[in-house]
T-cell receptor, first 115, second 118 residues
């Protein structure tokens, strides 16, 4: 069975500083990895995915993530955080072999960016 | 592209009544849709996988007779909470899986439905 760990319940960062949200995973076979962001009382918005290819993936709103197979990690990063980046971030994984494409989500990390 | 519409966004009902939530993929066909439940400040809990033209597959612990899912077309799945009770109050979110194009393998989410049962 697959699992996702987001070790930090909350990340606090000052506006303009680098932002990192951590994610590690466990899955049988090759992983498909995803990051989503959720604003209050809203659904999830897709940020980026890793399926195959370059380990560094660039996504929406200036976010990027690096797939590290040896460390089974897929940390989300942004070089310069904005106050508007304050939201709940979810990492998700599914095994390549799951034909239905079911995701396993992490517990979520609340990001707070202060002016 | 890849827009998923979910209605209603908020519903209040009396205990014992049934509530239907619709999930539509507006600009792509979705043979597979998912229904999640989310408690405050918690992650998404997958309730069921909805496949067009076939019965939904429910996760362990989810009551099939309480949460009825119908996926009658490639763009519409519905979740009906039957005989709702206060403990069913929650945030319900649907997603649709894109099977082709640049968005392949991505789940696109609706905006969610806040259900409050009095």
């Amino acid at each position: 069975a697959q699992s996702v760990a987001q070790p930090e319940d909350q990340v606090n960062v000052a506006e303009g500083n680098p932002l990192t949200v951590k994610c590690t995973y466990s899955v049988s076979g090759n992983p498909y990895l995803f990051w989503y962001v959720q604003y209050p009382n809203r659904g999830l918005q897709f940020l980026l995915k890793y399926i195959t290819g370059d380990n560094l993936v660039k996504g929406s709103y200036g976010f990027e993530a690096e797939f590290n197979k040896s460390q089974t990690s897929f940390h989300l990063k942004k070089p310069s955080a904005l106050v508007s980046d304050s939201a709940l971030y979810f990492c998700a994984v599914r095994p390549e072999t799951d034909s239905w494409g079911k995701f396993q989500f992490g517990a979520g990390t609340q990001v707070v960016v202060t002016p | 592209g890849a827009v998923v519409s979910q209605h209603p966004s908020w519903v209040i009902c009396k205990s014992g009544t049934s509530v239907k939530i619709e999930c539509r993929s507006l600009d792509f066909q979705a043979t597979t849709m998912f229904w999640y439940r989310q408690f405050p400040k918690q992650s998404l809990m997958l309730m069921a996988t909805s496949n067009e033209g076939s019965k939904a597959t429910y996760e362990q612990g989810v009551e099939k007779d309480k949460f009825l899912i119908n996926h009658a077309s490639l763009t519409l799945s519905t979740l009906t909470v039957t005989s709702a009770h206060p403990e069913d109050s929650s945030f319900y979110i649907c997603s649709a899986r894109r099977t082709g194009g640049s968005g392949k393998n991505i789940q696109y989410f609706g905006a969610g439905t806040r259900l409050s049962v009095l």
